[in-house]
């Protein structure tokens, strides 16, 4: 009878421990979500953390605005390549008709038009690997670190949880009370076990938060640099191409050269049937 009674002691005092640790926890994350004020003390002991937690979330919502740019890039792209492959086609159907050098130079600027659009496309390519590189870093990398931050999370409001019990527990306590002093051990063991949790899980994310930065910074290194030198040839290419037509197409200087010659020239025979009539003239009155 009497071990049936302990064990009934036992098991009743598990249970309510086990409500009392939900309710403090409970009372902890209603002080968080409603923004009340908490221990200055324990706040600051998190500031390291926090600063790590700030990262993570800047990371994590500068991928979805990357991703989302990249989408409306691509699109952009392949807009502006079908509106200067149409300008190309209809210069190249107005410059056939036409006989004349503008006739020409309207068919060499279609041309060099619906050139770059097809070049254009090409910066597609480096612009969907960055695409699926990013979302995969999202996927993995981001969703296993925030995986870690919502356990840190639950570990946190536990150990402040606790925090606040064993406060709660200490204005109460009478040292010449050996139940009270029993039970400020039980909660003090509970601070100590989900201190234990919280700091690591705490290392936990501020490693995996530096490791993030990092990875990002390198995949964005490595991949951007592929769609910058596919750009620059991309560049390359329509200007050389653009700089040829312009050659072809530049107004000759001959003509004008040959104008000036003939105006010299002429002023020139003036000039010396002029003369002898003026020397006669004078050589007259003397």
Not at 115 to 143: D, G, H, K, N, W
Request: with cysteine; glycine share 2%; hydrophobic share 35%.
């Amino acid at each position: 009878m009497d071990y049936m009674k302990s064990f009934h002691l036992c098991h009743d005092s598990s249970v309510v421990n086990k409500f009392q640790q939900k309710y403090w926890k409970t009372k902890q994350t209603f002080i968080r979500v409603t923004g009340k004020k908490e221990d200055e003390h324990v706040v600051a002991s998190d500031a390291n953390l926090d600063a790590k937690l700030e990262v993570f979330h800047s990371i994590q919502k500068t991928c979805m605005e990357l991703l989302k740019v990249i989408e409306q890039y691509q699109r952009r792209i392949c807009l502006l390549s079908q509106e200067e492959n149409d300008l190309g086609r209809f210069l190249r159907s107005q410059g056939s008709q036409d006989k004349s050098r503008a006739g020409k130079i309207m068919q060499a600027s279609g041309k060099a038009l619906c050139f770059s659009s097809q070049q254009r496309m090409a910066l597609r390519m480096p612009l969907c690997r960055l695409y699926q590189e990013v979302e995969t870093f999202r996927y993995r990398a981001i969703s296993d670190t925030w995986l870690t931050v919502s356990r840190m999370e639950q570990s946190r409001t536990e150990y402040r949880g606790a925090l606040l019990w064993m406060k709660d527990v200490s204005q109460e306590l009478d040292p010449d009370t050996q139940k009270q002093m029993e039970k400020f051990r039980k909660v003090q063991a509970q601070v100590r076990s989900t201190k234990a949790s919280f700091d690591k899980l705490k290392n936990d994310v501020c490693q995996k938060v530096d490791l993030l930065g990092a990875s990002r910074c390198n995949l964005l290194s490595h991949v951007l640099t592929t769609y910058q030198t596919t750009l620059l040839h991309f560049w390359e290419k329509t200007s050389r191409n653009m700089a040829a037509i312009h050659e072809s197409f530049r107004p000759s200087e001959l003509p004008t050269l040959k104008v000036k010659e003939a105006s010299a020239r002429r002023a020139e025979r003036s000039e010396r049937r002029q003369q002898p009539y003026g020397f006669s003239s004078r050589t007259h009155r003397k």
